[in-house]
């Protein structure tokens, strides 16, 4: 997640990977804290969007796993990403957001 600015751009460059992300996200988060965080500000999500499982941040970059809901054995489903999966990976992006605004931690981003 890239920020407006050279500065900022400059200190994302080696970003290329997964991997390389995740090297640079050396500050584990608390998943349910975060959650948490979320349902204060208004954003309350139940059992099944809560699909993030592991999140770190470092400077200007968050990472994540994520987990789509399980679905009942035999069940077809019309989606190709799940929507709570989607969502969950929007969580992430606005703990990215927020990673890069330390300033503005009360903020919530919203697509």
């Given at each position: 997640?890239?920020?407006?600015?050279?500065?900022?751009?400059?200190?994302?460059?080696?970003?290329?990977?997964?991997?390389?992300?995740?090297?640079?996200?050396?500050?584990?988060?608390?998943?349910?804290?975060?959650?948490?965080?979320?349902?204060?500000?208004?954003?309350?999500?139940?059992?099944?969007?809560?699909?993030?499982?592991?999140?770190?941040?470092?400077?200007?970059?968050?990472?994540?796993?994520?987990?789509?809901?399980?679905?009942?054995?035999?069940?077809?489903?019309?989606?190709?990403?799940?929507?709570?999966?989607?969502?969950?990976?929007?969580?992430?992006?606005?703990?990215?957001?927020?990673?890069a605004?330390p300033?503005?931690?009360?903020?919530?981003?919203?697509?």
């Amino acid at each position: 997640m890239r920020r407006r600015g050279a500065a900022n751009a400059e200190a994302t460059a080696g970003l290329g990977t997964v991997a390389e992300a995740r090297a640079q996200c050396t500050s584990p988060v608390d998943v349910e804290a975060y959650y948490a965080r979320l349902a204060r500000a208004g954003l309350a999500y139940g059992p099944a969007f809560r699909g993030i499982r592991a999140l770190a941040v470092g400077k200007n970059v968050a990472v994540g796993t994520l987990e789509a809901p399980a679905t009942r054995a035999g069940q077809n489903t019309p989606w190709i990403l799940h929507p709570a999966m989607l969502d969950a990976a929007f969580h992430l992006l606005g703990l990215a957001l927020a990673a890069a605004r330390p300033h503005a931690s009360d903020c919530v981003y919203l697509p």
